[in-house]
């Protein structure tokens, strides 16, 4: 019983890499440029998360976008910028909503900045537009999908993000039934007024291992890469890469091209589950979170309020 209600827990932070060259190499101390710390586990609402970490380039500013979650709130999306990789501002919380959100992708299209924040508490997928040219404020625009949760769902629409190709919108995202992720595949000609219909090749995949995504596409030395996060034995592992060979609006094909690409240092020697790689100012920026396990005293407060609830139940 102690030992359950004393268990170690992952928190989950940001940290970020530059180098000169695109490579995963890079993922280590000596090119670390900015790492948001995990503390205060001790404090009345600690903050469990600052994960999901999303760049992007908007003229000489990087900006960098992640999910800030105190413990017992709903997560919200905040915001750093910088333009020397050296000097970060102080975090803006650019959306807050009633549910939780995460997962922050943000793209731009047709000279507009959007954001799609997983939002699975909602049970959809939400539009969100930048209100301003500093990106501190969003504004819903659409929703893009919804789904009532039935049939075993646990969890609908994780981590959701949009790949354009050739006038077609391609809207991968996730669900999880009776404990397995399916990832599935949507596709639009239109992203502001269009239907997303689902990908003939859809689930596209069928795994804790691969199922679930840890970042938007990617590409590496000419690969479109898919990153995918391991959930198979715990949340937050790693993540590993998958190849897409094959994209259209009626075939998809990928393959696995690299498992658990987070090296075993003292960063992420007890996991992490998200990547994301941008260029700015002649080098390429890596965005990651770092998992560490925890004591926190949050454990025992919701054994007591659990216990106080089923007495008055019982009551």
């Known amino acids: ?5 004393f268990r170690k827990e992952g928190a989950f932070a940001a940290a970020i890499f530059a180098s000169d060259r695109l490579s995963l190499d890079a993922l ?41 979650q105190h413990w017992d709130d709903p997560g919200v999306i905040a915001m750093v910028k910088t333009r020397d990789l050296r000097s970060w501002t102080a975090p803006v ?20 900045v959007y954001m799609v924040p997983e939002s699975q508490e909602s049970d959809a997928i939400h539009l969100f537009k930048a209100d301003d040219a500093g990106l501190t404020s969003f504004s819903k625009v659409r929703t893009l999908l919804h789904q009532e ?10 981590d959701s993000h949009i790949y354009l190709k050739d006038g077609t919108y391609y809207l991968f995202t996730s669900y999880q039934r009776d404990w397995l992720y399916y990832q599935e595949l949507y596709v639009t ?13 859809s ?9 679930r995504n840890g970042g938007s596409l990617i590409t590496i030395d000419g690969r479109l890469l898919r990153v995918t996060q391991d959930c198979h034995q715990d949340y937050g592992t790693n993540v590993s890469l998958m190849e897409i060979s094959r994209l259209s609006p009626t ?12 090296p075993a240092n003292s960063i992420f020697r ?25 004591w926190a005293w949050y454990k025992l407060w919701v054994a007591i309020l659990v216990k106080l609830k089923l007495h008055e139940h019982k009551g």
């Open 1 to 5: 019983m102690l030992n359950r209600l």
């Open 28 to 68: 280590n101390e000596q090119q670390l440029v900015y790492k948001l710390d995990i503390k205060g586990l001790w404090k009345p609402k600690p903050v469990l998360f600052q994960a999901d970490s999303f760049l992007f380039v908007k003229g000489d500013e990087l900006f960098l976008f992640y999910e800030l």
């Open 93 to 112: 919380i650019v959306l807050r909503q009633p549910f939780h959100l995460s997962f922050p992708y943000v793209f731009e299209d047709h000279g507009q």
């Open 149 to 158: 949760r039935k049939n075993g769902i646990h969890y609908n629409f994780n």
């Open 189 to 201: 000609d239109d992203l502001l007024h269009g239907e997303f219909r689902r990908h003939p090749s």
């Open 203 to 211: 689930p596209i995949c069928t795994s804790n291992e691969f199922g």
């Open 251 to 262: 075939e998809y094909e990928e393959h696995l091209w690299r498992q658990n690409v987070l």
């Open 270 to 294: 007890e996991g992490g589950h998200q990547l994301n790689i941008a260029r700015f100012k002649h080098q390429y920026v890596f965005a990651t979170d770092y998992r560490q396990a925890r």
